[in-house]
């Protein structure tokens, strides 16, 4: 996803979808370790998206404080 994506989600709603993803990231991973994964790909996607989400999310932080 697109961090203008992230953007236009409220607070909430980017705390929620950043549990999601976590807990994709960690299935992924369990996957990995037991049976071999269809896209190896998704692993690193899935760490791409978690890191734009966070960026987000702490560039929100930052605009609340310099208010």
Known sequence: MKADNYREMSTDERFVKLEELQRQ???LKSQ???EKLEN???VANLKRD???LKTVIREGELEINKK
Do not use: H
Request: net charge positive.
């Open 50 to 52: 978690i890191a734009r």
């Open 40 to 42: 190896t790909k998704a």
């Open 25 to 27: 990231l960690f299935e």
């Open 32 to 34: 990995s370790v037991t």
